[in-house]
């Protein structure tokens, strides 16, 4: 079955650096775009960045613009956020998606803290 599997969360200091994976399998990763988003308690989840399959072209949010960089792995079937120059404010849960064709499949999330 599908699976997407976080990895890398923790805490880190004000302008510090994580880098977050995602391992999947049960679907053809290599031709799904693929996600990460992020959530805080009484917030709505929000798109951090995406990557296509076949390009591999990327988007990012406006706040992560310059700090984060989503890439991925096909033969390892991962795909990383690397995050830079962290603030206070990107403390949230992170979560990994596919988008299987119109089916949005999520992980189980990753908390990243980012505090001094």
């Not at 994580?18 to 399998?25: G, N, P, V």
């Not at 988003?37 to 989840?45: A, C, F, L, W």
């Amino acid at each position: 079955q599908v699976q997407l599997v976080e990895s890398g969360g923790g805490l880190a200091q004000p302008g510090g650096s994580l880098r977050l994976s995602c391992a999947a399998s049960g679907f053809s990763f290599s031709v799904r775009a693929m996600s990460w988003y992020r959530q805080v308690p009484g917030k709505e989840r929000e798109l951090v960045a995406i990557i296509t399959s076949t390009s591999g072209s990327t988007r990012y949010a406006d706040s992560v613009k310059g700090r984060f960089t989503i890439s991925r792995d096909n033969a390892k079937k991962t795909v990383y956020l690397q995050m830079s120059s962290l603030k206070p404010e990107d403390t949230a849960v992170y979560y990994c998606n596919a988008d299987l064709g119109g089916i949005y499949w999520w992980g189980q999330g990753t908390q990243v803290t980012v505090s001094s």
